[in-house]
């Protein structure tokens, strides 16, 4: 029976997962905890009901393999380049300096100076996999200190390459010089470049081919070996598996068939990350654990404290200000899933002993376990931080002179509109803007910009919270939105705020706190979906603007609750009842050009008037049944909108 534990190993996992998915999509974690709490009590050091690793280290490496695949695969240049100031100045600062600074913490403490590189490259790596989660799930993407985790991570992600190649160097016998170590990585690069070299070439003609054989399941069987092709190619040159694998979605990424390849390859992606993250969990020594809980503790504390600390120095380095940089520091303070594979890379060099190597999974376990928890209430302690900002106006005094004025709250697309409009009208506004670069820029046009977190008292007294008259929250930040909301209606309780908000469900909650107007931009584009259908059927303007009124008057409610009032929509067919005006133009190859009106019956069969023709300029009023139809004429046509509709069938030919 020992050839089916694997099988049987792999039914305990799949088993374990399913309500772990459930219960904790349920608890608002990340599914990734959960699976990491499941390794640790099925494995051999709990239950015991997964004995044997070693077959499911081989699955959990193939999870790494798909990750590092598709992580290949989402590096976006264009991409990178929108960020390029958080990925290279921010992601640069935080890998460098992390890593110099544990290797100097740990040389200290006697460590070799090969080990204590290493032990600071496992410090380093944050988990993408869950802080990009938490970060999408909080709709916080898009705010500053989701910009910058998203440029940092990407950055580290980047580092693993190079990481990898440093291994075998680290774990040389004897120590190297300069020479050997530039000679090693040169032959590692150059080996590098050449795979890169041959698949730039040899890929998109493979893919070219199985996408013209017009069969799915040859497409992904040829996808799958492209990838561990490529994989066991950098294998086989003495480098990592994983490393073949990323270089393959980097090629693969600049394909025509990006997206089908990443969509064939997410399912399994998926299965296997969570073998990965259950059997990280099944290496964990609860007897260790119990047996040195204080050392655990400490060192769990003290790398979310350590790396807190510096990601937060380097983010008030490129000027801003307090609150963003704790909540980007505790938010990448856990340890990442690469890691986990380092450290299996590393044990196979002697880089690090077996109480180190317990110590470093169970802190590094923890950390990712507490994450969302940190990251959910750290924000209530980041808000009570100093200062926000410098609040310097671009004309000096003029502050004091606004009154009756809009304070707009960010200046990305929605917060320029607002500003241009305000601008061509003449009513005097103020822009609380939290990128520095923006405000640099802004401020050499003369724009009337601060520096500033809204959130902060301090900032709202400097934009004239208790003169102003609107505020328009155009920011992609629901927690920092709700704060400063709050805040400004107890200062200032007359002022009238309109707020930008993704979802539609978050608009009773704004509601609540006290916003006059919601803008959920979920609604919004439904709104305009909307429209474009009933334009497509001819029903006119005026129509679709009273029934676009009926349902904001009803403030949202058919969007926010399945079993609303559809009161809304008993006035849409009074509307359509009504008489309307269309106009038609007459195309050279139509079929009636040529033709009088009598000879068409628009009035006969369709019960629609043509009350005047547009021709080269000139208007033919009331025109009788022997007026004729020519091309490149405009009839305009009157009627209700079925008749109107089944008259342009006829002027089209596809009725008679």
Known sequence: MDEFILFQDIVIILAVSLPIIYLFKKLSVPSLVGFLIAGIVIGPYGFGLIAGLEQIHVMAELGVILLLFTIGMEVSFTHLMRIK??????????????????AGLFYLFSFPLNQSLYMGMLVTLSSTAIVLKLLSERGELDTPQGKISVGILIFQDLMIVPMFLMLPILGADSPMGFADVAVKLGVAFGALVGILFLSKYLMPKLLYYLASMRMKDAFTIGVLLILLGTGYLTHSLGLS??????????????????????????????????????????????????????IIIFSTIGVIIFKAAIISVIVLSIKYPLRI????????????????????????????????????????????????????????????????????????????????HVIIVGYGLNGRNVAHVLRETGIKYIIVELNPDTVKVEKAKNENIIFGDISSEEIMKKAGISKAKVIVFAISDPVTTRRALKTVKFVNPAIYSVVRTRYVGEVEALNKIGADVVIPEEFETSLEIFRKVLRR??????????????????????????????????????????????????????????????????????????????????????????????????????????QVDKGVAILNGSLS
Do not use: C, W
């Open 241 to 294: 598996f994983a490393l073949g694998a990323f270089v393959a979605g980097l090629i693969l990424a600049e394909s025509d068939y990006h997206s089908q390849i990443l969509s064939d390859i997410m399912p399994f992606k998926d299965a296997f990350n969570s073998i990965f993250f259950v059997s990280v969990g099944l290496l964990l020594d609860i007897g260790f654990v119990l047996d040195n809980p204080v």
């Open 85 to 102: 100031k958080f990925l290279i100045v921010a992601g640069g600062a935080q890998v460098f300096g992390t890593i110099i600074v544990a």
């Open 325 to 404: 940089a704790i909540l980007t520091g505790i938010g990448l303070g856990q340890v990442g899933e690469f890691s986990f594979v380092l450290i299996q890379a590393g044990s196979t060099y002697n880089l690090i002993g077996s109480d180190y190597y317990n110590i470093f999974l169970a802190s590094t376990i923890f950390t990712m376990i507490i994450t969302p928890f940190m990251i959910k209430y750290v924000p209530s302690i980041a808000f009570l931080s100093g200062k926000s900002g410098d609040g310097e106006m671009t004309r000096k005094g003029s502050l004091n002179s606004f009154e009756n």
């Open 537 to 642: 059927y001819h029903v006119p303007l005026n129509v679709i603007l009273k029934q676009t009124s009926l349902l904001r008057q009803e403030s949202y409610k058919l969007m926010l609750k399945e079993d609303a009032d559809l009161d809304a929509f008993v006035h849409l067919d009074e509307l359509l009842a009504e008489g309307l005006t269309e106009t038609y133009f007459v195309n050279e190859d139509n079929p009636n050009a040529g033709k009088t009106l009598s000879e068409i019956h628009l009035r006969e069969h369709a019960e629609v008037t043509v009350i005047a023709i547009v021709r080269e300029g000139r208007t033919i009023s009331n025109p009788t049944g022997k007026e004729s139809i020519h091309a490149h004429d405009t009839l305009v046509i009157t009627g209700t909108h079925e």
